[in-house]
């Protein structure tokens, strides 16, 4: 199975600065198709997980333009330009490319 | 807009089964493969199963021969058939748009419906 390791685990951001998230997979997500099957979600507490962003960096309807992701092959990430209140919560990223599809195990992102 | 709207999660004893519904609107759902996924308490998310448009399936390692994965186009509704449960099983089961959760327009999911396992 394709391990996802996201780092850091917990990242304590300041109102207003940038954020950034790591996710890195045990091969390349890279399909046959010629997409790249990394999503990234937001789940706020108590709530559903939202996905955020699909294929690296397209971002979803509704998704402040705040959040990009970027990356390719096993390296990938995710950005906050400036962070605010709402943006609390944990991210996850996941691939879609190898069957079974894994999920990184989150981080958690909290405001100073 | 899609909506996915998840049912039949319940309290059941080990070995017991339970079936669980989700209900699509605002899309064409045979046009598109859909996924299970499930949170544990306090846990990450965890991919349970796909189905393709086609009706091809998947499954986690972890529920291959217990689950099965199923569409009824003609309903706009996914199913997963849980037999032989046990009490990691307990957990919110969400559905995604997407076999690989990758579709367009199908970034919002339901509110999930919790499953728990136990005596």
């Known amino acids: 199975d394709v391990v996802m390791t996201q780092s850091p685990l917990s990242l304590p951001v300041t109102l207003g600065q940038p954020a950034s998230i790591s996710c890195r997979s045990s091969?390349?997500?890279?399909?046959?198709?010629?997409?790249?099957?990394l999503n990234w979600f937001q789940q706020r507490p108590g709530q559903s997980p939202r996905r955020l962003i699909y294929?690296?960096?397209n971002r979803d309807s509704g998704v402040s333009d705040r959040f990009s992701g970027s990356g390719s092959g096993t390296d990938f990430t995710l950005k906050i330009s400036r962070v605010e209140a709402e943006d609390v919560g944990v991210y996850y990223c996941?691939?879609?490319?190898?069957?079974?599809?894994?999920f990184g195990g989150g981080t958690k992102v909290e405001i100073k | 807009e899609v909506q996915l709207l998840e049912s039949g999660g319940g309290l059941v004893q080990p070995g017991g089964s339970l079936r669980l519904s989700c209900a699509a609107s605002?899309?064409?759902?045979?046009?598109?493969?859909m996924s299970w996924v499930r949170q544990a308490p306090g846990k990450g998310l965890e991919w349970v199963s796909a189905?393709?448009?086609?009706?091809?399936?998947y499954y986690a390692d972890s529920v291959t021969g217990r689950f099965t994965i199923s569409r009824d186009n003609s309903k706009n509704t996914l199913y997963l058939q849980m037999n032989s449960l046990r009490a990691e099983d307990t957990a919110v089961y969400y559905c995604?748009?997407?076999?690989?959760?990758?579709?367009?327009?199908?970034?919002?999911w339901g509110q999930g419906t919790l499953v728990t396992v136990s005596s």
């Open positions: 995604a748009m997407g076999g690989r959760i990758a579709a367009v327009g199908g970034g919002d």
């Open positions: 605002g899309f064409t759902f045979s046009s598109y493969g």
């Open positions: 189905i393709g448009g086609g009706g091809v399936t």
């Open positions: 091969q390349s997500l890279v399909h046959s198709d010629g997409n790249t099957y």
């Open positions: 294929k690296v960096s």
């Open positions: 996941m691939q879609g490319t190898h069957w079974p599809l894994t």
